[in-house]
């Protein structure tokens, strides 16, 4: 006689489990939606209000859809009722998170951009306004025909006092040096909007610096996405450059189906992952794949720099080799605790590197191949670009010489200054003595000795 009531009961309960189970799936395929909608719209729509409008209501439908279902399976008085009300409910709280998390505009943390010392201001024909340092030969050098420009990374950082401290000595070998922040970049003004940024924007600033230094050809240092910016500019204008220094460099542009990954096998530091970034910023930063005017409508790109520096400083271990922190100077070490500006855009850094990745017709390879150009290559033994990153520079450029230093990061000069200082000016005043070159594909850090000479 209880076998009957039993098996209802079992198969009640059975109901209630499966509708608890469609509920959850419910609330998490309303998140998706709710994500999905707006990425999506962003293709055609730039306001925020529109987008948030999308996320909400995707999020509402699919949820009271699912609830409705759930409902009916828990066999409620009233099913319709109970989903409205408890997709109200959810997308009341979807909506409270998407404000505190994405759309809240945050206090910033940071002050505004110091310049250099001493800066002066380019207003360039491109429309960019740039800033610069300039170090001149002291009294009675006569100044050589060639001024120095130096490119600093990122892209999206910019030069900082140790790049001046160790470029800066090169003016008492009668060269003019520059050093600047590329636009949009330290303390050179933002570009009206993000979608101006890319590579061939920052090779025509480039050579709008030549024109305004009055010099035929130039000698380009660029250091990791510097170089990659030297070698465009050497692609574009292969006549305006006398020598080039690529140290520590990022590729010259990726190679399809090859992707370039950092290698920290020596290197200190942690890797940065989706969870390091704040997400406010994530968003914004996906958004600019869709619709770089909906990023910014939601995200200037002063705000991006504040919430951008602070992931930065999680990665400062990675510039030079394990157990080697006391080597990075202090503007560096202390990133994560000084309220100074960094200057370091995020946006400009993520528009130039999907350039590279996804824009085969400003490949440079083509244009370089064979290029003679009188070139060297610093590479340090814990550098966390890949090795295989100088081969593809070995291999594009004639007349380069790879020179490897041990025990030193992605910027050398914070564990071997003195020593790059003497390659560097042997390599600028034609004598390349100081330390043997490297003369193989083979990774220096594990390839046998026959490979120097």
């Known amino acids: 006689m209880d076998r009957p009531q039993l098996s209802h009961s079992s198969h009640r309960i059975l ?36 987008l948030v409008g999308a996320a909400i209501l995707s999020f509402a439908v699919v949820a009271w859809l699912g609830l409705r279902a759930a409902a009916a399976l828990w066999r409620a008085s009233n099913p319709s009722r109970l989903a409205l009300m408890t997709s109200v409910a959810l997308t009341a709280v979807f909506f409270s998170m998407l404000y505190v998390l994405v759309l809240r505009t945050h206090s910033l943390r940071y002050t505004e951009v110091v310049p ?80 101006d940024y890319s590579i061939a924007r920052s090779v025509e600033d480039l ?16 250091h990791s996405f510097g170089s990659t910016l030297a070698a ?33 096998t020596e290197a200190g530091g942690p890797q940065i992952g989706l969870g390091s970034f704040p997400l406010r910023l994530m968003v914004g930063l996906f958004l600019m794949q869709q619709n770089p005017d909906a990023a910014e409508r939601l995200l200037s790109q002063r705000e991006a720099e504040d919430l951008w520096a602070p992931v930065m400083a999680r990665t400062v271990k990675a510039l030079v080799c394990k157990g080697d922190s006391a080597s990075l100077p202090p503007l560096i070490a202390g990133l994560a605790s000084e309220r100074d500006n960094p200057g ?49 520079y070995r291999h594009t450029f004639s007349n380069l ?11 050398i000069q914070f564990e071997g200054a003195e020593m790059m200082t003497k390659v560097v000016r042997g390599f600028l005043l034609g004598e390349m003595n100081a330390l043997p070159v490297y003369s193989s594909d083979a990774d220096p850090r594990v390839s046998a000795t026959q490979n120097w000479k």
């Open 401 to 411: 010489k790879v020179v490897y230093f041990p025990r030193a990061g992605h910027y």
């Open 116 to 195: 250099a010392e001493n800066a002066r201001v380019w207003h360039l024909p491109t429309g960019s306004t740039i800033s610069y340092q300039e170090y001149l030969p002291p009294a009675g050098i006569d100044a050589k025909l060639d001024p120095i420009v130096f490119l600093h990374g990122g892209p999206g950082i910019r030069f900082a006092p140790f790049d001046s401290e160790i470029y800066s000595r090169f003016a008492a070998d009668g060269f003019r040096v520059y050093l600047y922040d590329q636009a949009g970049s330290g303390a050179s003004e933002f570009l009206p909007h993000i979608r």
């Open 207 to 222: 050579e709008a610096i030549r024109r305004e230094l009055h010099a035929d050809r130039m000698i380009l240092i660029g």
């Open 344 to 392: 370091f855009n995020p946006y400009v850094m993520q528009r130039l590197a999907d350039e590279t990745d996804e824009s085969s017709k400003d490949d440079p390879h083509a244009a370089l191949k064979g290029n003679s150009t009188p070139a060297i290559l610093l590479f340090g033994e814990c550098n966390y670009v890949p090795w295989r990153v100088t081969g593809d």
């Open 232 to 264: 465009s500019y050497m692609a574009r204008y292969p006549t305006h450059v006398s020598k080039v220094v690529f140290h520590s460099p990022a590729g010259i542009w990726k190679v399809s189906g090859d992707p370039v990954e950092f290698e920290r």
């Open 15 to 50: 109901l209630r489990t499966i509708a608890i189970a469609v509920a959850v799936l419910a609330s998490l395929a309303a998140t998706v939606a709710g994500i999905l909608a707006p990425y999506c719209l962003a293709i055609v729509v730039s306001r925020t209000a529109l």
